[in-house]
């Protein structure tokens, strides 16, 4: 899939658990073991209430959803909460066209900044997007891990 084939949308209440799963499956793909995940269950859950509140969105293929990002916070400083794709799907250009789509709803609503706490992992995505690496920030699931946390200037957003 590439994607041109993906529609971008709102999230739909209806649809936390099958984005909630969608994150777990997705961080599980850089080879966490089950007991790290059950950690990380709740703050990987999507709630109904974050719907709206964090603005979900949803890349979906054949009525699927094969990734999703939530961007909170109120001018000027946002936040990114969630950034999940499909781990089959890694690598094909759905993260680039949700970050794409992230970027022009922060632009639209007056962010000048975004705060990312990101998975080691991923920190090579958010870098190639145009983030700085600030620092580390402890993790919300794992006691005494750390995560690297990064800044990105919507102005300077890269047209890619």
């Given at each position: 899939?590439?994607?041109?084939?993906?529609?971008?949308?709102?999230?739909?209440?209806?649809?936390?658990?099958?984005?909630?799963?969608?994150?777990?499956?997705?961080?599980?793909?850089?080879?966490?073991?089950?007991?790290f995940l059950e950690a990380c269950r709740e703050e990987l859950t999507v709630d109904p209430g974050d719907v709206d509140r964090l603005r979900v969105t949803v890349a979906e293929d054949d009525g699927q959803p094969v990734g999703f990002y939530a961007l909170g916070g109120e001018p000027p400083e946002g936040e990114i909460w969630f950034f999940f794709v499909?781990?089959?799907?890694?690598?094909?250009?759905?993260?680039?066209?949700?970050?794409?789509h992230c970027v022009a709803t922060a632009t639209r609503i007056g962010l000048s900044r975004i705060r990312i706490e990101s998975d080691p992992n991923a920190l090579g995505f958010y870098l190639s997007r145009g983030a700085v690496h600030v620092g580390e920030t402890p993790s919300q699931s794992i006691?005494?891990?750390s995560n690297p946390l990064l800044s990105f200037e919507v102005e300077n957003a890269r047209r890619d």
């Open positions: 899939m590439t994607p041109a084939h993906a529609t971008i949308r709102s999230a739909e209440p209806a649809e936390c658990a099958a984005l909630s799963d969608l994150a777990l499956r997705s961080k599980g793909s850089w080879g966490y073991d089950r007991d499909a781990p089959e799907l890694i690598g094909t250009g759905i993260g680039r066209a949700l970050w794409r006691p005494g891990r």
